[in-house]
């Protein structure tokens, strides 16, 4: 006879409160009712259906008797069961809500799927995998509320300083992109160098640093031509940088580096570093948007910086 549904599964948990807390407060699953049994437990739901059971771990004889584990027998992370899966919904609110409680989480992207995924440990160790449909993500504009450009743009032209203004840029880039690293920069002049005006990580890339970009696929594609460059993957990323290595280890795995244009030239880039294996045409969009808005605002250097920054 075929199976039908999955029923349940099973993690033996050190502390039961923090894994009922995870899956309540990080997942959004809630209490159900659970039946007598010898041992501290819980029972969690996803609406009306139980799916998930929680019983303490330790050496207690019921438990090892009702399980079939022996004394001392380890219990951490997935074991032999990989992960577990779950179809989930509005990935913004889950990156969102993960973030606020610092819990650490993977994002990965499908090429050629439907689906986007995040991968989180609960308490336990135990992989939970998280799958969102690709169009979740939507277009830039439509994964926003009506108001949100107009608030920004406000918030923008309201600012009192440049600084300012580049942190509302970068607030809001944050929220909905969640990158690694973003960073502004200002072309000098029409030269093919760039200065950067906002980072979000300013050690490893400090605000004044300058880079030279003649002679560099990135200098073609951007500041000449004007277009998109996405760098999908490791690969991508050291081809196209020579400071490739800084931003793996600060743990990009894509780069996107959207033209400010004015009057039909480049007066800058906006650069992100981004946690996807591949960059997404949302992605895209959304840079693009801000791009539009900041353009009135930078103004090209008349005069070159120095080099403070090789990379």
């Known amino acids: 006879m075929p199976l039908t549904d999955l029923n349940h599964f099973l993690v033996l948990t050190q502390d039961i409160e923090a894994s009922r807390r995870f899956y309540i407060d990080a997942l959004g699953m809630r209490d159900a009712p659970r039946p007598w049994a010898p041992f501290p437990g819980a029972w969690l739901a996803i609406g009306s259906q139980v799916c998930l059971h929680l019983a303490q771990a330790n050496d207690d004889p019921a438990m090892l008797h009702h399980f079939g584990r022996s004394p001392g027998e380890t219990l951490h992370g997935s074991g032999a069961v990989d992960h577990i899966a779950f179809y989930a919904s509005d990935l913004q609110e889950f990156e969102q809500r993960l973030t606020r409680q610092s ?113 560099t696929h990135f200098g073609e594609t951007v500041l000449r031509g004007g277009q998109v460059l996405s760098s999908d993957g490791v690969d991508a990323i050291r081809q196209n940088f020579d400071d490739h290595r800084r931003i793996l280890d600060l743990g990009g795995m894509s780069l996107l580096n959207v033209p400010i244009v004015a009057d039909g030239a480049c007066i800058g880039v906006l650069n992100a570093v981004l946690r996807e294996p591949a960059v997404q045409a949302q992605q895209v969009e959304l840079m693009q948007a801000v791009a539009g808005i900041l353009a009135p605002g930078l103004r090209m250097h008349a005069v070159p910086a120095p080099d403070t920054d090789p990379a």
């Open 103 to 215: 819990i650490p989480y993977r994002r990965r992207s499908i090429p050629q799927s439907s689906l986007e995924q995040i991968f989180v440990d609960d308490p336990d160790g135990v992989t939970i995998e998280l799958n969102f449909p690709a169009d979740a993500l939507g277009s830039a504009r439509g994964t926003l509320p009506d108001g949100a450009y107009a608030d920004l743009t406000t918030a923008f032209s309201d600012a009192p300083d440049a600084a300012t203004r580049y942190r509302e840029i970068a607030r809001f880039v944050d929220t909905h992109l969640r990158p690694v690293l973003f960073s502004i920069n200002a072309r000098v002049g029409r030269s093919m160098r760039l200065q950067r005006v906002y980072s979000s990580d300013e050690h490893a890339y400090p605000v004044g640093g300058t880079k030279d970009k003649e002679g």
